[in-house]
């Protein structure tokens, strides 16, 4: 299969002759150099969304929380106070309120992420496997289009989040939303998200070549053996920068998502210069930074995890594809 796959992405020969690791990306991990047909990529890529999502799911209920504004003059919550609170009044299980959401809508977006993102990876690129800004520009399609699969059962994961939701599970808030405010209620935050997201991407690629290379430089000698430790040190800091920076926009899409849902204000319409208008009359420009800590605390690790689980089994299926070829 290594043959195959070969003339179809025009990598694989580079990247054999230079002692250092292939030029991955945590959140846009497909790669199609390593001798992997296409759906293994989409596989692998899928098992490490998911893994990343369950593993830090506690982080983000905490986020939304704390980015959640009442109808009422804003209190301000600490990461601190937001733990303690779930703790005390639901106990651990609380923290996990609309994981189901998220494993449904986790694995399917990824794959149309990682297929989108390796065919305008092909296009843009023109078979040169350092254009950054090729990797960039595909990195904001596969974000669209994995996007309109993931918004969904995002709305209904932060919906769950809430503290007393009115909601039984995951089939009571899709069936109530339909019922009561229909479809378009699931893609209320669909625009804000992709704008969030849009730089979201860009950060995130710029400051993750920036870290790598430095790292790589630091030690080239054993930047072969050591190439997890580089591209999770890399992408911990490219998550956590590119988080704290869209910030704002990550707090105007929970409002949008939680609208009218225990005590959130209920919008007109979809407009991200209202909602930025309501949170700052309540709560001050500090609003919009809301739940930038766990934010941060969630991105870092997030694409830690990512990228080793990727790297996993992406091994497993080279080996997979190794003992393949040795019985033929």
């Not at 990598?11 to 991990?29: A, G, I, L, M």
């Not at 009218?260 to 209920?266: E, K, L, N, Q």
């Not at 700052?280 to 990228?307: E, N, Q, S």
Request: aromatic share 10%; net charge neutral.
């Amino acid at each position: 299969m290594a043959t195959d796959a070969s003339p179809k992405f025009h990598q694989n020969s580079d990247f054999r002759t230079v002692p250092q690791p292939p030029d991955f990306h945590p959140e846009v991990t497909v790669a199609s150099h390593d001798g992997l047909e296409f759906w293994q990529f989409m596989i692998a890529g899928s098992i490490a969304g998911c893994v990343e999502h369950m593993a830090m799911f506690p982080v983000d209920t905490l986020k939304t929380r704390m980015q959640a504004l009442g109808s009422c003059p804003a209190r301000s919550v600490s990461l601190r106070q937001a733990l303690r609170s779930v703790l005390q009044h639901e106990g651990a299980i609380g923290l996990y309120r609309g994981i189901g959401a998220m494993a449904l809508g986790a694995a399917p977006a990824h794959a149309v992420y990682f297929s989108i993102y390796e065919v305008c990876k092909e296009f843009f690129s023109g078979g040169n496997p350092n254009n950054s800004a090729a990797h960039a520009v595909s990195g904001v399609f596969a974000t669209i289009a994995s996007d309109a699969v993931l918004t969904p059962m995002d709305m209904v994961k932060q919906r769950l989040q809430l503290r007393s939701s009115p909601y039984k599970g995951v089939m009571d808030c899709v069936k109530r939303v339909l019922t009561e405010e229909g479809f378009g209620a699931f893609y209320a935050s669909y625009r804000t998200t992709i704008l969030m997201n849009a730089p979201y991407t860009a950060v995130h690629f710029a400051t993750y070549e920036a870290v790598k290379r430095g790292l790589m430089e630091i030690s080239p000698e054993s930047a072969s053996d050591e190439r997890l430790v580089v591209h999770a040190t890399a992408g911990a800091a490219a998550g956590a920068l590119a988080a704290a920076i869209t910030t704002p926009l990550d707090v105007v899409k929970t409002q949008l998502q939680c609208q009218g849902v225990c005590g959130c204000d209920r919008f007109a319409n979809a407009s991200i210069a209202g909602v930025i208008r309501t949170i700052v009359r309540k709560d001050g420009y500090t609003g919009l930074m809301r739940g930038w800590m766990p934010r941060m605390l969630f991105h870092a690790p997030a694409a830690a995890i990512c990228w080793s689980t990727y790297e996993a089994s992406k091994a497993f299926f080279q080996e997979l594809n190794g003992d393949s070829g040795k019985s033929k």
